[in-house]
């Protein structure tokens, strides 16, 4: 068990007992109203146990153990804690498209964050949403010929990423190169680095398919996970899910992995939004904070 | 779409998010500390409505908060409580400007 460190043991005392105070003070000055609607919440359908934590919010006694970050040097200014706490007053309680406001608040956040520029809107057009979850996908077939026995640099990329297999289709562009000689670096990190977002369920796609396609196709975007704070840059290489899946988007597994999101029961939310990169500047894979 | 709070959208956690995060703490620390502020300014905020409103309506907000519905409780204290939305700001501000005392105390 680490030691605390006696700045956060002095608030933590001086906090817990400011706020036990303060409800102390609101259930007694207020017992009445408290009193009617304990008496009444079957009646109201208090959600009890939701119903009462907002309205006495409790102190949690211990940190939580959601935020696994972990700490190289505790006096560094550490901007994945502003990123996830800003995050988190802003997005809503459940998995949502997000208003105009939250997509610019929140772009707003990330861009002081990363130091790229990001949006959720980009030349008139935006996704069905920006903030969704986020399923497994396989790796794609980067050119003619390509499949899982060639598709590895190192052994050790292959003993990571080998169980997920390649999918027996190609990408909704085909493929990312003209062949294994001619590939370029940017389009072996596209394949490593890509996203399937549902561009058929764009707002105006069905107006103008092939202008949504083209704006589409290896479009790089911002792929956060809000509860660790992890950014990954990726193409979108691919269109998907299914809207029945009940996700909004799929990651390659290099994205997967470093995001550190699972599919099934287990799936979580990720934010992406459009980077807005005219000049092809900002790489693609993992953002330090650096 | 739903906020956590009904009133999420007055509150400015810049300033104290900075200070405790140059405190000597651990990320989970400061992660916790936030929590706390968060849990003050929740207090603070629900103190002070329930003592601008008459017996009926505290029970009237009290059921808006526990089914957390924004709007609704929005609608019922714009009607009962006059401007308490700038109220309720400055609760905010005023519970924020306490605890970032107090983290400058700590630190000095």
């Keep these: 068990m680490p030691k605390k460190s006696v700045h956060y043991q002095k608030l933590l005392k001086k906090w817990t007992k400011k706020h036990a105070n ?23 359908a208090v959600g009890s146990a939701a119903g009462l934590f907002l309205l006495t919010n409790p102190i949690i006694a211990q ?3 959601e935020f696994s970050t972990s700490i190289s040097n505790a006096q560094t200014v550490d901007k994945k804690v502003f990123l996830i706490y800003d995050l988190k007053s802003i997005l809503p309680q459940t998995v949502e498209p997000l208003t105009q406001t939250q997509e610019k608040e929140i772009a707003q956040i990330l861009e002081r964050t990363f130091n790229i520029p ?54 909704a562009w085909r493929y990312f190169a003209d062949s294994k000689n001619s590939m370029t670096e940017e389009e072996n990190l596209s394949e490593k680095y890509y996203i399937a977002v549902q561009t058929f369920l764009a707002p105006g796609f069905e107006l103008n398919a092939k202008e949504y396609v083209d704006f589409f196709k290896f479009r790089k975007m911002l792929v956060v996970n809000p509860q660790n704070g992890k950014a990954v840059v990726a193409v979108i290489g691919d269109a998907g899910p299914a809207k029945w899946t ?18 099934g029961r287990q799936r979580g939310p990720v934010l992406y939004f459009f980077v807005d990169d005219p000049e092809n500047k900002t790489p693609l894979g993992p953002i330090s904070y650096n | 779409m739903k906020t956590k709070h009904f009133y999420t959208h007055l509150i400015e956690t810049t300033d104290i998010t900075l200070e405790i995060a140059q405190l000597n703490v651990t990320s989970k620390e400061r992660v916790h500390l936030l929590s706390l502020v968060e849990a003050n300014i929740h207090s603070a905020v629900v103190s002070m409505v329930l003592s601008s409103l008459e017996p009926h309506d505290k029970k009237i907000f009290l059921q808006n908060l526990s089914i957390n519905e924004h709007n609704k409780t929005w609608l019922h ?23 970032l005392k107090d983290v400058r105390k700590v630190k000095s």
């Design chain 1, 63 to 65: 940190i939580p153990n």
């Design chain 1, 118 to 171: 990001v949006t959720a809107e980009l030349a008139g057009k935006r996704l069905n949403t920006s903030y969704g979850y986020i399923g497994q996908e396989q790796h794609l077939a980067r050119y003619p010929g390509d499949n899982m026995f060639n598709h590895f640099e190192k052994p050790e990329e292959a003993e990571k990423y080998w169980k997920y297999g390649m999918a027996p289709g190609l990408g």
């Design chain 2, 77 to 99: 204290l714009r009607q009962k409580a006059g401007n308490i939305e700038e109220e309720i700001k400055k609760t905010i501000d005023d519970t924020i400007s306490e605890l």
């Design chain 1, 22 to 44: 303060l409800q102390k003070e609101i259930f007694e000055k207020h017992k009445d109203a408290f009193d009617w609607l304990e008496n009444n919440s079957k009646q109201i």
């Design chain 1, 246 to 263: 009940g996700k909004s988007l799929g990651g390659s597994p290099e994205v997967m992995q470093y995001l550190e999101r699972a599919d």
